[in-house]
């Protein structure tokens, strides 16, 4: 593996050779392989290990690992201490994505300061292929499937033609120390069964599945490449720029062509899915949607695109696909899932056929009710605030999703009992409320 | 599943519910279900049966039990006939590839004749996820990714949304009768494969997994018209006609980007793979590269395409990932294979390793000599055709492959010793070649 390593790095990235770079190490098998790959190289290198401090004792371990390798090869170490959850939380984001940004946030800052030429990191060609498949699992467009680039910037991924395998094997035979993450075995429980039960039978397939795929991806990232440069274009046209306010010509919009994936190409970057803008092209003028941070408003035969004022909104409209919707306080998710699990004021379960998309996400009106779980019957939302002690100040700030003119949830309060999934829904959604206030 | 497909005929293609449609059955699982679809629906359909003489009796019983049933309800039935062998060999074409082509061919006559409304055959969702994986195992472009689409000219697929489960729930509910294709279990070994070990896996990676796979297709698919209208209309500016001939300026192509993509979308169709194109981009003026039908010239600044003229080629490169090329009198395929089987002088395997790509197919040159198998040490290629009888037209005549300046194989004839693979080679390729004289 040495052999082959050294001369795609030669080929590819020649510059390292000569050059200072800084290497991601995290203390696991693939990190610890690209690390001694560059020591038994020769290359001059230093090391950065982030500790997310996500899994208590065993980060601080990993730390310690990572350190004392550095120290006794004499490779210069930069460590740095994260609160991870914290972060997450302030920036509503999912705890992966947290540690994402951190990191790269912090390669960035090491690199402007100390002049290293890249950043290395570790993926290989059956990181690519899993997340591939995730993404496929989930469905997804072209993006999704064009997986990681080799270079972007200053990130370089010089194992990303080989397999864990290869790793695994030199590590085996270099008698490499590394640490096992423990969350491989949860958090990515996901992962672990493509790895096991559907990596090994797609590589029997052909004997040259990896490198193919990987073939393959450059290609669709050439596709990919060659759609966002035509929709960059469109977009320069299209868009007319008014201060904070983009004007769309709507005749000019259905001029593109496949429509369908402009609609896409064009609002997805502003929080709104293709079917829902698709919806309000066919609606009557005046008609607008939401988003977590724009709103557009069809307005005869223009769109107007606006940042959004979230003191006046009133309604929010939520497409089945869209994963994540933020409102004034509340955090909403929404997943398919296999089953139904316990309901409870902050997390439901639904049965996806008795809905009716998109769902709407309104303030209370003069007469609503909903038949709430735990009671037998119908209720005012009137009376059902009264009996559970809130003001009418509460009932006003209170959002309600909704299914038609049919209340579904009293969000982060109480489900009504006609849309929850029971044992036989053969499509269940999960739907969780985080509360921001 | 009844209710469920009348609703989406009904939504996605409203007009066979009142027109005369014609229905291809094979007597398999698949077009039985949709037969029996429509028949309980109530519409008026007829039923086209192709007949391609593959598996001698059982062709002809299956043909048999579909007429039979066509009786039975008193619905209008075509059956044809096909020598499919003989039209593979003289279009060479693979089996496979021979039976589309009458199959769709008779389909269109019967449409003509007829008045057909659409054409409909019962592809459903699993085929596609199929096909997805067989073509990503092979390593594929945007194009393999993206499937067959629901409705593509006349040709209708109303069972695409469904899985093969859904349909042998309604067969057996329904009590249906079908043939078992034998020819399933060994031609389509590679299918079956996927189908049992593969695809039950990847299902239970998402609830919607087939859903969510559909959805991806449909995008790609948009994707891939976007490409394929960009790179049109840049072949219309770039490629200049002046009769048979083609001619493209260099310095006018490296302005496209990105440029391996337009490369191969641009030259693909002509038979020259991107590589090899860059190859000659990056060449002497004068270089040229031919495909079965057509010779790309670089002349200075422009690069000069024309059909060919066979008379007068005396040598062909032939470039890692082409599959198949065409001599005067022989056709050749490479396939890379799992191991290594016996070598005749039809069919040899190669250690990819040792290969030197593009491989030079050309005629005997003065002082050729080889490393023939079955021998030792090596031999002139004169004193070779002597000992064996050949003549010297024959010998003019013999087409050789080539690594670089080595002979690998005297086609048809002999293998060299030193590039065949051996059972430690980890790369092996199969080149067969089939005599067309």
């Known amino acids: 593996m040495f052999t082959k390593f050294k001369q795609h790095l030669d080929q590819h990235f020649p510059e390292v050779s000569h050059q200072l770079v800084l290497i991601a190490v995290s203390g696991g098998l693939d990190s610890m392989v690209l690390a001694n790959l560059f020591k038994e190289a020769g290359y001059t290198f230093a090391i950065a290990h982030c500790n997310f401090k996500l899994r208590a004792n065993e980060s601080d371990a990993d730390e310690q690992f990572v350190v004392q390798w550095a120290q006794r090869h004499h490779i210069p170490i930069h460590v740095k201490k994260f609160d991870t959850k914290q972060y997450a939380t302030s920036h509503k984001l999912n705890t992966q994505l947290a540690a994402r940004e951190l990191r790269y946030k912090w390669f960035s800052s090491l690199v402007q300061e100390h002049s290293y030429s890249a950043v290395l990191t570790a993926h290989h060609a059956d990181d690519a292929l899993e997340t591939f498949l995730i993404n496929l699992s989930r469905g997804t467009g072209l993006?999704?499937?064009?997986?990681?680039?080799?270079?972007?910037?200053?990130?370089?991924?010089?194992?990303?033609?080989?397999?864990?395998?290869?790793?695994?094997?030199?590590?085996?035979?270099?008698?490499?120390?590394?640490?096992?993450?423990?969350?491989?075995?949860?958090?990515?429980?996901?992962?672990?069964?493509?790895?096991?039960?559907?990596?090994?039978?797609?590589?029997?397939?052909?004997?040259?599945?990896?490198?193919?795929?990987?073939?393959?991806?450059?290609?669709?990232?050439?596709?990919?490449?060659?759609?966002?440069?035509?929709?960059?274009?469109?977009?320069?046209?299209?868009?007319?720029?008014?201060?904070?306010?983009?004007?769309?010509?709507?005749?000019?919009?259905?001029?593109?062509?496949?429509?369908?994936?402009?609609?896409?190409?064009?609002?997805?970057?502003y929080g709104f899915s293709a079917p829902s803008v698709l919806d309000l092209l066919s609606s009557m003028s005046g008609k607008q949607l939401f988003s977590d941070a724009f709103r557009l408003l069809k307005d005869r035969e223009k769109l107007i695109l606006k940042s959004r004022d979230f003191s006046e909104v009133s309604q929010v409209l939520w497409d089945n696909g869209i994963d994540a919707i933020t409102l004034t306080n509340w955090a909403l998710t929404m997943e398919t899932v296999m089953?139904?699990?316990?309901?409870?004021?902050?997390?439901?379960?639904?049965?996806?056929?008795?809905?009716?998309?998109?769902?709407?996400?309104?303030?209370?009106?003069?007469?609503?009710?909903?038949?709430?779980?735990?009671?037998?019957?119908?209720?005012?939302?009137?009376?059902?605030?009264?009996?559970?002690?809130?003001?009418?100040?509460?009932?006003?700030?209170?959002?309600?999703?909704?299914?038609?003119?049919?209340?579904?949830?009293?969000?982060?309060?109480?489900?009504?009992?006609?849309?929850?999934?029971?044992?036989?829904?053969?499509?269940?959604?999960?739907?969780?409320?985080?509360?921001?206030?």
């Open 339 to 437: 089953g139904k699990g316990e309901t409870s004021s902050n997390c439901i379960y639904l049965d996806k056929e008795t809905l009716k998309f998109p769902l709407l996400i309104r303030k209370w009106e003069k007469g609503d009710y909903f038949y709430p779980t735990g009671m037998q019957g119908k209720k005012k939302l009137s009376k059902f605030f009264k009996d559970e002690k809130r003001t009418l100040f509460e009932k006003e700030q209170q959002w309600l999703l909704c299914s038609g003119k049919d209340i579904v949830w009293v969000i982060g309060l109480r489900a009504d009992r006609r849309f929850l999934a029971s044992t036989t829904s053969s499509s269940v959604c999960m739907i969780k409320a985080q509360s921001l206030s």
């Open 143 to 269: 993006d999704g499937l064009t997986g990681i680039p080799e270079k972007n910037g200053a990130i370089v991924r010089p194992l990303l033609p080989f397999s864990r395998l290869e790793l695994k094997s030199y590590a085996e035979e270099n008698k490499l120390e590394w640490r096992e993450d423990s969350s491989n075995a949860t958090i990515n429980y996901l992962r672990n069964r493509i790895r096991h039960t559907i990596v090994p039978n797609l590589k029997m397939m052909h004997p040259e599945f990896l490198h193919n795929f990987l073939r393959t991806q450059t290609y669709l990232r050439q596709n990919a490449s060659l759609v966002a440069s035509v929709i960059e274009k469109s977009k320069e046209e299209l868009f007319e720029k008014d201060g904070n306010v983009i004007t769309i010509s709507i005749p000019e919009l259905r001029k593109l062509h496949p429509f369908e994936l402009y609609v896409h190409e064009l609002f997805h970057p």
